[in-house]
């Protein structure tokens, strides 16, 4: 099922880069949380809708842009959790630091998740304590890996105060800016060793990444050394987390 998953993460991919490539100008608009959408998000929405009832018709899907009520999910054990499009102010700047992201859930845990660069054209997955990253028609196995001093990546589009003020308590390490849920992909495959997030994140957001990154080795927790769940709840928000190595 993996490979399928990768397959069908790569399709939405292509349609985001179709919008991507548009030389008309981007129409954009908000949701009620005044987040951003564009027409690409749709687009691989639609595409990985059409795919997961062809994969597993039985399991059913939470994605950010049709996200099912509380009624429908509360009760399911084991559902897909997608992002078809992660990070569309980064797709907006068109800085090529968007994902599609494509996890599937079990009793909370993200047992299997993929996180698509489509723009640069490199896959991550993981399963099973196994995580892989794909570029270059190469397909190759991560895992987090230290370093001294260590690397931190942070949000390029969510910097606050409380982490500003965490990185100064900090002591020495370098800092790394990086877009969407590829934030997680950096600790896995040991190019960061940490990755603090105080600000809100939806569920959506992080369990593809959540995936790779505990196929890889790391560790993903709030801030209370809690491992971060998807068990459902009525809100879609997650507490602030770390993903480290240790």
Not at 34 to 62: E, N, Q, Y
Not at 180 to 203: D, H, W
Request: hydrophobic share 40%; with cysteine.
């Amino acid at each position: 099922m993996l490979q399928q998953i990768c397959q069908l993460a790569r399709e939405a991919g292509k349609a985001i880069m179709a919008v991507y490539h548009d030389e008309q100008p981007l129409q954009v608009k908000h949701k009620t949380d005044d987040s951003p959408v564009t027409a690409a998000d749709f687009a691989a929405h639609k595409i990985i809708k059409a795919g997961l009832m062809r994969i597993s018709p039985d399991i059913p899907l939470l994605s950010e842009e049709e996200p099912p009520t509380w009624d429908e999910r509360k009760n399911w054990q084991r559902y897909w959790l997608v992002d078809p499009l992660d990070g569309t102010k980064e797709f907006i700047n068109r800085n090529g630091e968007f994902t599609v992201n494509i996890a599937l859930i079990e009793d909370g845990v993200p047992v299997m998740g993929v996180v698509y660069v489509p723009a640069r054209d490199v896959l991550y997955s993981g399963q099973e304590r196994q995580a892989w990253k794909e570029t270059n028609g190469q397909k190759f196995p991560i895992k987090v890996a230290a370093a001294m001093p260590p690397t931190v990546v942070v949000s390029r589009s969510h910097m606050d105060d409380e982490l500003n003020d965490y990185l100064t308590q900090l002591g020495t390490h370098r800092t790394l800016s990086v877009g969407s849920s590829l934030k997680f992909c950096m600790v896995a495959e040991g190019k960061a060793q940490l990755y603090p997030r105080f600000g809100p994140t939806n569920i959506w957001d992080t369990a593809a990444g959540h995936a790779v990154a505990i196929a890889a080795g790391a560790h993903v927790t709030d801030w209370a050394g809690k491992t971060l769940s998807y068990v459902p709840r009525e809100s879609f928000l997650n507490p602030g987390f770390r993903v480290t190595i240790f």
